[in-house]
């Protein structure tokens, strides 16, 4: 049954198109996804929003019709908080756990002192719901955190957020820095953390690396790639859109030494594409495309494969995770050196041996 959420947002084109209507960023609008359901000071504005893009939208459109059956009650209170199965430190000192119902989390508590260097200095939300971040992260940061249980902590609310929200927040830093919008030393700081964060890792990264330090790798579902695929990819392609930023090309053009413009761009960076972002972005993901889809041309790409409310998002946290290395770069050997080492891969020297009387 469709939620009143996605028959609105559907409406309006999809997520990333309401997104941009309403100035917020994806996020947003996926919460209101998830959720099923719009907040209510969003309705007038929406109506406007319809109105002048004359888009057929009427109140009942944000309100739920129940369906006439008959259902047991559900329990009176709230639904019981998930329990830390799992849990673990990564390398950077980030405590993270794995939740009975799969959800992989990092301790708020953590995730500020990671951003901050700092210990006790105010709560993540103090550091994130600034003006000059507004539309770069998460506007429902309270929603969005989540309460869970450590079964050997009692008496203290343990609250954390998921790996994807928080490599939600880093992006929106660095975004916010690259545009000029922050106005502190000390978000300025946090910019840099977060920068540095996500050229450690991106986010389908940073779930393996909370898997391997919880222990979870070892109790994950065996069906775990197909429910990957499926969030991942498309049934269908989806319509073209712009999805890799000019950012992009022009390190590209930079490292190449590329004389041209931009929007004219040499065949031979397909490859680069195929091999820095693709190549990089889920082994699984990319071993599928290159398989199942047709070969990437104008107008049908592999982007077009992935799904709106994930896969989009991976691809788009990846390449401006590239983009952030490439500008540290002078070479585009340096680069592929770098994404190499970032992600474990080892160069192979291919030698050939010749009749040394043939070369005299």
């Known amino acids: 049954m469709t939620t009143p959420a996605e ?44 109105g002048e893009h004359d888009i057929e939208l009427v109140p009942r459109d944000f309100a739920l019709v129940p369906e006439v059956v008959h259902t047991p009650q559900p329990p009176v209170g709230p639904p019981p908080r998930p329990v830390a199965e799992w849990q673990g430190e990564l390398e950077m000192g980030l405590p993270v756990f794995v939740l009975s119902d799969g959800r992989r989390i990092i301790s708020r508590t953590g995730a500020t002192s990671a951003l901050t260097g700092l210990t006790n200095q105010g709560s993540l939300e103090t550091y994130v719901q ?72 991106s986010k389908v990264g940073l779930i393996a690396l909370i898997d391997e330090a919880t222990g979870y790798q070892y109790e994950r579902a065996e069906d775990a790639l197909r429910v990957k695929l499926k969030l991942f990819l498309e049934d269908e392609m989806r319509p073209w859109e712009k999805t890799f930023p000019d950012e992009l090309w022009r390190e590209f053009g930079r490292l190449t030494n590329w004389k041209g413009t931009i929007h004219k761009r040499p065949k031979y960076w397909g490859h680069l594409v195929n091999e820095l972002v693709y190549g990089y972005l889920d082994e699984d993901v990319s071993e599928w495309l290159r398989s199942n889809a047709p070969e990437p041309r104008h107008g049908r790409n592999y982007h077009q494969w992935l799904t709106a409310q994930y896969g989009l998002k991976k691809l788009v946290e990846h390449i401006w995770m590239l983009i952030g290395m490439a500008s540290t770069c002078t070479t585009m050997a340096q680069l592929k050196a770098m994404m190499a080492e970032r992600y474990g891969r080892q160069g192979v020297l291919f030698v050939t041996y010749v009749d040394p009387k043939a070369s005299a």
């Open 130 to 201: 600034v003006e000059a971040l507004k539309g770069y992260v998460p506007d429902n940061l309270d929603d969005l955190m989540v309460e869970f249980i450590i079964k050997e902590v009692t008496h203290r609310k343990v609250m954390g957020l998921t790996a994807e929200t928080f490599l939600d927040i880093c992006s929106g830093y660095v975004q916010a820095m690259q545009d000029g919008k922050l106005k502190t030393a000390r978000q300025e700081q946090i910019a840099l953390k977060a920068a540095t964060f996500l050229a450690a890792c």
């Open 7 to 50: 028959n609105v947002i559907g409406k309006f084109g999809g997520q990333s198109a309401l997104a941009r209507l309403i100035g917020k960023g994806q996020s947003t609008v996926q919460h209101w996804a998830s959720s099923g359901s719009i907040p209510a000071k969003w309705h007038d504005p929406l109506l406007v929003l319809a």
